[in-house]
């Protein structure tokens, strides 16, 4: 897979700007983690899963993937329901 596979047709700008910035993080691995995130599930996040998503999309790619990969712990306030569905979300190609 090399990019999102989800259109943004019907999505708010607000969603289309994340869709976005999920698939274009400046490293490979992040691109693919978030991005698979939230072509799977931009369209059902709450207002404020939105807001939580903005903030952790702040955090440094290194800095992020380590705590991903649970070699880093992130600040207290990033650290929620969000996090673990992505943290959670399965990111391998299903067809492999």
Not at 44 to 56: A, F, G, I, K, V
Not at 57 to 64: G, K, N, Q, T, W
Request: aromatic share 6%; proline share 3%.
């Amino acid at each position: 897979m090399t990019g999102t596979t989800r259109s943004s047709n019907g999505l708010d700008d607000r969603r289309k700007r994340l869709l976005f910035r999920c698939w274009h993080r400046g490293t490979r691995e992040m691109d693919l983690i978030l991005g698979r995130f939230a072509d799977a599930e931009i369209g059902n996040l709450s207002e404020d899963e939105l807001t939580q998503l903005e903030t952790l999309l702040e955090e440094a790619d290194p800095d992020l993937y380590a705590a991903i990969t649970g070699d880093k712990v992130l600040a207290a306030e990033m650290i929620g329901p969000l996090f673990a569905r992505i943290k959670a979300f399965p990111i391998a190609d299903r067809d492999v």
